[in-house]
T-cell receptor, first 109, second 115 residues
Framework: AQRVTQPEKLLSVFKGAPVELKCNYS??????LFWYVQYSRQRLQLLLR??SRESIKGFTADLNKGETSFHLKKPFAQEEDSAMYYC???????????FGTGTQLKVEL | DAGVIQSPRHEVTEMGQEVTLRCKPI?????LFWYRQTMMRGLELLIY????????DSGMPEDRFSAKMPNASFSTLKIQPSEPRDSAVYFC?????????????FGNGTRLTVT
């Protein structure tokens, strides 16, 4: 069965420090993975997707099929990065997203 | 575009009462999803619709939960009877294509508290 694991419920870093939010998945098919973000008092929204291989707000994520991981990284954390981050796996024939339990990122000054 | 609209924003009810959550998707989006968010389990997909037809309801926890989509612009999630463990934030989301490359557009959620 498909599964997305985010081992950290809370990650606290100082401003300017590197950030890595971990995500591991379990899926027998060809994975498509995404990161969604929920800022305080805002709606949950798409941050990035692995197929586009883009950098959004300084964040990148590389799909590692060998390690079944899709970790989200940013070299220098900013205060405005504080938010809840969800890793998601596309399944169900391409029609539904399975989310992890989320990681709350807190960037401290 | 107001985006996905959910009502109410907050709902407090007593155990045993019926609860109805409402959602208006973005016009033109063919897919509608209901998610439940809790601290322990994160975001769980409850059910999704394509063109008003339920496609996958395997995430609906019990028979106490039911969802309908009578037309393209309205969906409801009903819990009857409600229990304290149903307390969570319930999100509705819509998508133009259903695939993940058509990103989900989420509503603001309904925070349900069952006492």
């Amino acid at each position: 069965a498909q599964r997305v694991t985010q081992p950290e419920k809370l990650l606290s870093v100082f401003k300017g420090a590197p950030v890595e939010l971990k995500c591991n998945y379990s899926y027998s098919g060809s994975p498509e993975l995404f990161w969604y973000v929920q800022y305080s008092r805002q709606r949950l929204q798409l941050l990035l997707r692995h197929i586009s291989r883009e950098s959004i707000k300084g964040f990148t994520a590389d799909l590692n099929k060998g390690e079944t991981s899709f970790h989200l990284k940013k070299p220098f954390a900013q205060e405005e990065d504080s938010a809840m981050y969800y890793c998601a796996l596309l399944t169900g024939g391409g029609n539904k997203l399975t989310f992890g339990t989320g990681t709350q990122l807190k960037v401290e000054l | 575009d107001a985006g996905v609209i959910q009502s109410p924003r907050h709902e407090v009810t007593e155990m045993g009462q019926e609860v109805t959550l409402r959602c208006k998707p973005i016009s033109g989006h063919d897919y509608l999803f209901w998610y439940r968010q809790t601290m322990m389990r994160g975001l769980e997909l409850l059910i999704y619709f394509n063109n008003n037809v339920p496609i996958d309801d395997s995430g609906m926890p019990e028979d106490r939960f039911s969802a309908k989509m009578p037309n393209a612009s309205f969906s409801t999630l009903k819990i009857q009877p409600s229990e304290p463990r149903d307390s969570a934030v319930y999100f509705c989301a819509s998508s133009p294509g259903g695939r993940g490359d058509s990103p989900l557009h989420f509503g603001n959620g309904t925070r349900l508290t069952v006492t």
